[in-house]
């Protein structure tokens, strides 16, 4: 971080967001919005996890990417002795997803999440019960963060039984193409519009999914999370930017009337 430095053309009264083995100048800033360094949350998070009584650090496993020039930096933390079994032999681990930036594209946010082993599916929810998001990141409360947690972690271990309930509901074709409208709905022209190509993608995937693991909202649900993990590595742009823009969209189809239906029945 550099604060008025005339080499750069900057004003006093600004900051710059600089990748120092490049010197590309990666956002200009305030005062008032002062960026923490990656390796600051870093540290901060791994105080916050080997801090919390709850979670269970056996053969944890830590995975850091970034993108956008290095700008945008994410860490994946997972906990393989941290798990729940939607069905017999079904396993879903916990995982720890943070993220942030130095070119402002990406707030500081936290999340609490989950992945299926089978398949390696990030487990994307209507909403988390941990899940920190701020812009104006300067430090970060230990406390409040491992309150979070272990409020993140129980609500982990209580989907066990709304996974096991999604199993037990049928649903029938047309209602997981309606769901699925929601899923593959994007801007074009600035309107709404519904991608046959992902339509097509989503349905074959339900139906060779759902022939191993019936018709049900949990295999529906699994190919939804699949589409939004298994980035198109042949299409351009992150990885990251792209699995955070598709699990929006099934946080959308887990939000929609047709799948609160559903679900009630």
Known sequence: LF???????????RYMNVRTDTNDILAFTTKAYKTLPNQDI?????EVILSNPDIDTTDMEVIDSTSNNCAQWRRRVKFP?????????????YVLDTSTSYDLTWAFTSTSSAERLECLNGMVGRDF?????RRHTTNI?????GTK?????????ESEEMYKRWNSIGVEKEEVE??????????VSGRDKVSEKTMDILMLDWDRTSRNMGSTLWATYNVATAWATHHDTKRKGSKDNAERGRNAKVAIMLNSNQWKVLEAA
């Not at 870093?42 to 791994?46: F, L, P, V």
């Open 129 to 133: 019960s941990y899940k920190t998001y």
């Open 141 to 145: 409360s230990i406390d409040t963060e």
């Open 3 to 13: 604060m008025g430095n005339s080499a750069y053309g900057t004003p006093d009264n």
């Open 81 to 93: 002795a941290m798990t729940i079994q939607p069905q017999l032999g079904d396993i879903v681990r």
């Open 149 to 157: 947690l272990s409020n993140g972690i129980k609500a982990f271990y």
């Open 178 to 187: 309606a769901l699925f409208t929601n899923v593959a709905t994007g801007k």
């Open 42 to 46: 870093a540290d901060q998070m791994s």
